[in-house]
């Protein structure tokens, strides 16, 4: 359910990322991949090469794009980026995992805005999802032959039933409440979005002992979430990936990062 007074409660990513800005506990880049070379081997055997600058990427020899690489955890990264050349737009995300030389990949896209039109209520009786921002979740090795155990980064349970508190800046705050293998519940407590909840679909990963990547695809105002979530050291990071105020406008990318804290756990009776 949605909580909200008016229409104009609801902003666009674009006025978000103005919110996220200021003050941001964002990472800076890391500078411990630079100058590496990094093969990607998926399941199918295709190999993908990866030219890594502490700003810059180029994969397979192509173009550099703007790379944003960060480290919540020493030997994990994640690698972010746009394939602004693709329509739509691509969202590439790779959390490079060189503790196990093994990686997994979000590659998300945005609807158009003629897709954005369908009312919910339509999409609901159509059996359409309620959201059309798409995400593609694969796993793979690094600098080496894809196997059956070459990614250990699994789906997981472990955050269910969770409430976590994530300040993102000083004027910023949001509670999450995890509630099942596919949805969560977000509320803005304080920031932009102040007074605004809703419950979207979502994915969880573990990547290490309480390390974990969660994904998630809002309905209102479509938008994808990645964030890494790191329970030992109380911080995450990640992006939003959104589209923009109008159908002219550039997407909207940002970097968003949290100190954040456990709330609580709910616990279920054994006979559910």
Same mark, same amino acid.
């Given at each position: 359910?949605?909580?909200?007074?008016? =229409?104009?409660?609801? $902003?666009?990513?674009?006025?978000?990322?103005k919110g996220f800005e200021t003050d941001s506990y964002a990472l800076d880049n890391s500078a411990d991949l630079s100058g590496k070379k990094i093969e990607l081997h998926d399941v199918s055997g295709n190999v993908r090469r990866l030219e890594i600058d502490q700003q810059t990427l180029r994969v397979d020899d192509g173009e550099a794009v703007k790379l944003r690489l960060t480290s919540l955890r020493q030997g994990i990264y994640l690698l972010d980026w746009l394939d602004e050349s693709a329509r739509p737009t691509?969202?590439?995300? %790779?959390?490079?995992?060189?503790?196990?030389?093994?990686?997994?990949? $979000?590659?998300?896209?945005? =609807?158009?805005?003629?897709?954005?039109?369908?009312?919910?209520?339509?999409?609901?009786?159509?059996?359409?999802?309620?959201?059309? %921002?798409?995400?593609?979740?694969?796993?793979?090795?690094?600098?080496k032959s894809f196997s059956d155990s070459a990614c250990p980064h699994a789906l997981t349970d472990e955050l269910i039933g969770v409430r976590n508190l994530y300040r993102y800046s000083p004027t910023e705050v949001y509670e999450h409440?995890?509630? @099942? =293998? @596919?949805f969560y519940t977000w509320q803005c407590l304080k920031g #932009?979005?102040?007074?605004?909840?809703?419950?979207?679909?979502?994915?969880?990963?573990? $990547?290490?002992?309480?390390?974990?990547?969660?994904?998630?695809?809002?309905?209102? #105002? =479509?938008?994808?979430g990645i964030v890494m979530i790191d329970e030992q050291n109380h911080r995450s990071d990640g992006k939003i990936f959104g589209v923009g105020d109008t159908e002219e406008a550039p997407l909207a990318n940002f970097p968003m990062a949290s100190y954040c804290q456990r709330l609580s756990r709910a616990e279920y009776p054994d006979d559910l």
């Open positions: 359910m949605t909580t909200t007074t008016s =229409p104009s409660d609801w $902003i666009s990513v674009t006025g978000l990322e691509a969202s590439y995300t %790779v959390v490079l995992d060189t503790l196990t030389d093994s990686y997994t990949q $979000i590659l998300g896209t945005l =609807p158009t805005f003629e897709t954005i039109k369908t009312g919910l209520y339509e999409r609901a009786l159509g059996g359409r999802a309620l959201t059309d %921002v798409n995400v593609e979740i694969s796993h793979g090795a690094v600098n409440t995890y509630l @099942n =293998p @596919n #932009v979005e102040q007074g605004l909840c809703d419950t979207d679909l979502c994915h969880y990963y573990k $990547i290490a002992d309480d390390l974990y990547l969660f994904v998630w695809r809002e309905k209102i #105002v =479509p938008t994808l």
